[in-house]
């Protein structure tokens, strides 16, 4: 069964710069289209960007030109830096499989103030 374990979250000013890290395990990592989700208070979670096998990447209209995802399989680990934060940009931040597994971590809270 595939495990995430998310972490690099805080809190940050607006404009700032934050960059996750997702360790996987349990699953062949490489072979896989990795995600960053998140979910905002009162919110369906939602997916900001995501990176297949090739290293192609598609990000959330919301995020673009902002967030990059990158990942190193021998490491099983996927990144998401994120530049210029804004407040819509809080939110707990899960990585995940893409389409997703049943299966979620904890999640790294991502707090950006104004």
């Known amino acids: 069964q595939v495990q995430f374990v998310e972490s690099g979250g805080g809190l940050v000013q607006s404009g700032g710069s934050l960059r996750l890290s997702c360790a996987a395990s349990g699953t062949i990592f490489s072979i896989y289209a990795v995600g960053w989700y998140r979910q905002a208070p009162g919110k369906q979670r939602e997916l900001v960007a995501q990176?297949?096998?090739?290293?192609?990447?598609n990000y959330a209209d919301s995020v673009k030109g902002r967030f990059t995802i990158s990942r190193d399989n021998a490491k099983n680990t996927v990144y998401l830096q994120m530049n210029s934060l804004k407040p819509e940009d809080t939110a707990v931040y899960y990585c995940n499989l893409s389409p997703y597994r049943p299966t979620w971590g904890q999640g790294t809270q991502v707090t950006v103030s104004s």
């Open positions: 990176i297949a096998k090739s290293r192609s990447t």
